[in-house]
């Protein structure tokens, strides 16, 4: 079955950006979605379709995807911007979940 | 402004069946799939399933087959998820979500606020 892996944890400064990375076999032949999950809410859709961003989602956030690896980044991470970040495709009709990356802003 | 309501928290001894909800409001809800997503604690996402409510189409992750059943009442606007027997290992948080432009495999728009489920002797 298909997998997608991210590490555990990120840990930038504030103001300094920050860089998700979302692996998988072949990965540029799917569309990644990004999702933010602070603690004790549901998640929110941050980038879909790669590089898209939802309306009401800022601008300091960017996808892209190549190769085996996808990449989120935030442009200047805010305190606000503390969560855990997952990864989403679907691979055959099935959705599939990275185990999602901690990001601290300190 | 689309939500989607589910019915909050549950708490079960193994064994015993559950069904919980999850309601749809702000837009049509027979032409938007809906899918079932498990957070144990501390946990990823993992994806149990979906359904498309016009034609009660419905795909399980093998992960899930058979261990759970995923329907919809669209007279009320409410898609379920339940269990026959439960188990200890079932304790989580379950959110329901939409995808993106009816499409079944594309990005999970909008979420519920999700149902914490514990089952504990």
């Known amino acids: 079955s298909y997998e997608l892996t991210q590490p555990p944890s990120v840990s930038v400064p504030p103001g300094q950006t920050a860089l998700f990375t979302c692996s998988g076999t072949?990965?540029?032949?799917?569309?990644v979605s990004w999702y933010q999950q602070k603690s004790g809410q549901s998640p929110v859709l941050v980038i879909y379709q790669d590089s898209r961003r939802p309306s009401g989602i800022p601008d300091r956030f960017s996808g892209s995807n190549s190769g085996n690896t996808a990449t989120l980044t935030i442009s200047g991470a805010q305190a606000v911007d503390e969560a855990v970040y997952h990864c989403h495709v679907w691979d055959n009709r099935i959705a599939i979940f990275g185990g999602g990356t901690r990001l601290t802003v300190l | 402004e689309v939500h989607l309501v589910q019915s909050g928290t549950a708490v079960k001894k193994p064994g015993e069946s559950l069904k919980i909800s999850c309601k749809g409001s702000g837009y049509i809800f027979t032409n938007y799939w809906i899918a079932w997503v498990r957070q144990r604690p501390g946990k990823g996402l993992e994806y149990m399933g979906i359904i498309y409510p016009l034609d009660s189409e419905i795909r399980y992750s093998p992960s899930f087959q058979g261990q759970v059943t995923i329907s919809t009442d669209n007279s009320i606007n409410t898609a379920f998820l339940q269990w026959g027997s439960l188990e200890a290992s079932d304790s989580a948080m379950y959110y329901c979500?939409?995808?993106?432009?009816?499409?079944?495999?594309?990005?999970?728009?909008?979420w519920g606020q999700g149902n914490l489920v514990t089952v504990s002797s």
């Open positions: 072949e990965l540029d032949d799917k569309y």
């Open positions: 979500a939409t995808t993106a432009g009816g499409v079944a495999t594309e990005a999970f728009v909008y």
